[in-house]
């Protein structure tokens, strides 16, 4: 297999993925619609470069923790459908980035909107 076909297969298990997280995981789902409206704002308020980079970052950041976090779900349950301490504490914690990733967006969309509604 040469180079090219074998980085096109990675991309395919990659969007792949992605593809899963859209179809099966509520949150991410949730996370990405919310983003729809801020992309929308950044075109009708005309953006600059740096406040772009900030809300596309912010996104991503937030869309990343929640694959991370459902990733970490179907291993859970792969290994264990009954209540273990561990497994809590590993999907409470992952959760946890997920909120974190969330504060930090609306923190710094809370920088970036402020110019346009004071």
Same mark, same amino acid.
């Given at each position: 297999?040469?180079?090219?076909?074998?980085?096109?297969? &990675?991309f395919g298990y990659a969007? $792949? @993925? %992605?593809? =899963?997280? +859209? &179809?099966?995981?509520?949150?991410? &789902? =949730?996370?990405? %619609?919310?983003?729809?409206? +801020?992309v929308l704002s950044g075109?009708? %308020?005309?953006?600059?470069?740096?406040?772009?980079m900030t809300v596309v970052?912010? =996104? @991503?950041? /937030?869309?990343?923790?929640?694959?991370?976090?459902?990733?970490?779900?179907?291993? +859970? $349950?792969?290994?264990?459908?009954?209540?273990?301490?561990?497994?809590? &504490? %590993?999907?409470?914690?992952?959760? @946890?980035?997920?909120?974190?990733?969330?504060?930090?967006?609306? /923190?710094?969309?809370?920088? /970036?909107?402020?110019?346009?509604? /004071?």
């Amino acid at each position: 297999m040469n180079i090219f076909n074998h980085t096109a297969r &990675k991309f395919g298990y990659a969007f $792949k @993925g %992605l593809r =899963i997280a +859209v &179809k099966t995981d509520n949150s991410f &789902k =949730i996370h990405f %619609l919310f983003a729809f409206p +801020v992309v929308l704002s950044g075109f009708f %308020l005309h953006f600059n470069r740096y406040e772009w980079m900030t809300v596309v970052i912010s =996104i @991503g950041l /937030v869309l990343v923790a929640e694959l991370f976090n459902t990733s970490i779900e179907y291993l +859970v $349950k792969m290994f264990t459908d009954e209540y273990h301490e561990l497994a809590e &504490k %590993l999907l409470d914690i992952s959760a @946890g980035a997920v909120l974190t990733a969330a504060i930090m967006a609306v /923190v710094l969309a809370a920088f /970036v909107y402020y110019p346009y509604v /004071v």
